[in-house]
């Protein structure tokens, strides 16, 4: 299996991509093509000590930046290592694509070059989340600001494969975000998606309320993608508070410190369980083939345990399984006299 990786996407690339794609060729016995400037990737590699066996460079001379708008991908910077990356994904180079880089461009370049699945009317970001006893997915967070009540069964639908085929949950529960259980809570887009949602081929369980997503609510977590990003940049700020919070319990005083040398391995493994970087990333879930976006701030580990979920994605086969499943659903809307789900 080859992964193309954007060398230069993110906060800590090129030094800490090319140390996690290190790892992750020694630990998941993959190949890599790396993409950007050829010259500073070696400068790096070569400085650092860090082997470049089993990864080839694909030469990009430019690079999308943070302060980039999502279009550029398509006009000033159609040479960066993430317009290349996923150019050589489109055309059959290697297996799947990776970048930290630029969310939005990310998307526009997914959309543009790599093409969404027939009949998928947008990709979602789709990370995978902690929460009381394991994870869960949060389906849209935040690549669709305005959706359709369409878009939210396909989400459901691609949020259940996923969570089936790479994170071996078996037969996900869905739910969608709403501000109340009750079947009749929300608003028209609620309203119309929660009737769709009963008719995917999902085990839906109904609305679900934001306090109890991280209760175990369910397994995937269905949102248009202004509601999905809140809950998302909440969550992730509610977790770093907390733990800081903790931290100046334990070091107020001696006899706290004292009390903290007696709990740190149970204190360490709580905050292992709300780290966002156990998972590493998120798909581009929709997407003709599998594309990943890793966390902006990533650094080795992090970014290997994203390669890590790249590799399940295309070994469970998850685009050609979404593909199936919406060309059955569309299938079953004509049928049934209703507008298909595909533009």
Do not use: W
Request: with cysteine; net charge neutral; aromatic share 4%.
């Amino acid at each position: 299996m080859k992964i193309i990786v954007d060398a230069f996407g993110g906060d800590n690339a090129p030094l800490e991509i090319l140390k996690g794609c290190a790892e992750a060729v020694e630990e998941l016995n993959i190949d890599i093509m790396l993409t950007g400037p050829r010259a500073e990737i070696e400068r790096v590699a070569k400085e650092h000590e860090i082997s470049l066996n089993r990864m080839e460079i694909a030469d990009a001379p430019e690079i999308i930046t943070m302060e980039d708008s999502a279009g550029d991908i398509m006009k000033t910077k159609k040479d960066s290592s993430m317009a290349v990356g996923l150019q050589k994904l489109a055309a059959g180079e290697g297996d799947a694509f990776i970048s930290a880089g630029n969310s939005g461009a990310l998307v526009v370049g997914t959309t543009m070059i790599v093409k969404r699945i027939k009949g998928v009317r947008r990709v979602a970001f789709a990370p995978v989340m902690p929460k009381d006893k394991d994870f869960f997915m949060l389906i849209d967070s935040g690549a669709n600001v305005d959706c359709k009540p369409e878009m939210l069964q396909q989400f459901g639908i691609m949020g259940s494969i996923y969570m089936n085929k790479v994170m071996g949950v078996a037969n996900p529960r869905v739910g969608l975000a709403n501000v109340g259980t009750e079947d009749h809570k929300g608003g028209e887009l609620q309203h119309e998606a929660f009737a769709l949602l009963k008719q995917a081929p999902v085990n839906f369980i109904g609305n679900i309320e934001a306090r109890d997503i991280p209760a175990d609510a369910a397994d995937v977590i269905v949102a248009d993608g202004f509601t999905g990003n809140c809950i998302l940049k909440l969550y992730e700020g509610v977790a770093m508070v907390l733990m800081s919070k903790l931290k100046g319990i334990f070091t107020k005083s001696v006899k706290n410190k004292l009390a903290a040398a007696m709990v740190l391995s149970d204190v360490k493994e709580l905050k292992k369980t709300m780290d966002y970087n156990e998972y590493g990333g998120a798909p581009i879930m929709g997407a003709s083939k599998p594309v990943f976006k890793a966390h902006g701030s990533a650094k080795a580990k992090t970014f290997k345990n994203a390669l890590r979920l790249t590799k399940a994605y295309v070994e469970g086969n998850v685009v050609d399984e979404i593909s199936a499943s919406i060309r059955a659903i569309n299938i079953a809307a004509k049928e049934q006299g209703r507008e298909s789900t595909a533009e």
